[in-house]
């Protein structure tokens, strides 16, 4: 008997060993997702002591650490404080990652960090090598901390003013977390979110700040903050804050000018606030969820450019979902390319090798196919709804965000376990298949070369 408990143990062990990164960071933040529904299932997380149900838990759980938003019950006025802060932690380890939290653990504790996990935590942060990766992840908690601090220090002056200094020292905290996070979960009741604030400018740009900094990325801010010279960033830096800037400012113009007469968004503001009400619509789409506007009055040209911000969504090794901005921004330099008869993507002065140009483009075409997939089951399900709301819903799942047109608590529940599903991919689904197409490009190196031929197209 006991040979046989230690051939099983042996085997489970190898079976352990076994997994790559990918699966050991699906596997993990599947665990604290289960771990989450069960705990926002349980009667002490809801006001009404009574049970929430698994499939609102779950998909509840699935959003905070997806760091999405979307959500079927009111954060503020359903959950107990209890289930607020389950939901504040799971957006936490969320944003930063299971791994991440995973080491802080044990470096406070004193445990030595295996090279399977250094492995794990190489792939999670997307860092070049195995070497001084657990120094870098340190320096991650240490930004992510002191930035929330810091946001939750400054958003206290409105709202501890405003509701008292322990709940105003609470909310302060948890927005600044779910904003850095880009989570956009809120606790400000009856699924307004921000939307009191669309005049304050301390809230507003402290969201937009915290939004745009966790949205960049840790490896972006680290040579940000290192550097300091845009010529001396490296390519990946570059990309990363041009494309940013870029969007922040189109989207920006867009819905000013599209907005500007529509009473039930900017039309009763004064110049300033428009212009403010504006920069802030364009900026949480990069997967951060907060609203200043109401989501479902805008008008329709702008919710399209809102799914287009959403699907881009934000940076690599970023507290962001979407396709990311540097994927977007690899399938543009490389459409010029093309349009202008060169033969290589040439950005900044620098080549870039064909492998990451067909890997942007296999990601976003995926990431389409998802989207799609996705809306064609939605439509199927909830024939009640416009296309353009599910259609929103979709992108909003897959891209992390977490704005809705306030269908999400009318789903029903096999609409809300695709939603589930498709957040979960949204937040690992990228990562992911970029780690395994490495690999695959790495192991499955073509030991014969087939003959060149032309195909047409266009």
Known sequence: MKTWLGYAKRVQNDKMINLN???VLALGFSGVILLGALLLDLPLASKSFESVGFINAFFTATSAVCVTGLVVVDTATHWTLFGQLVILVLIQIGGLGFMTMATMFALV????ISLKSR???QEA?????????VRVTRNVLIMTFSIEALGALILSTKFVPEFGMGQGAFLSIFHSVSAFCNAGFDLMGNFNSLTAYVTDPVVNFTIMGLIVTGGLGFTVLSDLVLKRNFKTLNLNTKLAVTVTAALIAIGTLF????EYSNPDTLGNLSMLEKWMAAMFQSVTPRTAGFNTLAIDKLTMSSLLMTIVLMFIG????????GIKTTTFGLILFNIGSVISGYEETVMFKRRVSQVYISRALALMSLALALVIIVTMILSFNEREFEFMALLFETVSAFGTVGLSTGITPLLNDSS????????FFGRLGPMTLVMALAR???MNRALVRYPESKVNVG
């Open 21 to 23: 990164p990918a699966q």
């Open 109 to 112: 504790v004193g445990k030595k």
């Open 119 to 121: 492995l794990v935590m």
């Open 125 to 133: 942060l997307s860092h070049q090598n195995i070497s001084g990766v």
């Open 255 to 258: 819905f000013f000018f599209v």
């Open 314 to 321: 934000g940076c690599p090794a970023s507290t962001a979902g």
């Open 416 to 423: 809300k376990l695709v939603l589930a599903v498709t957040m």
């Open 440 to 442: 695959r490009q790495s």
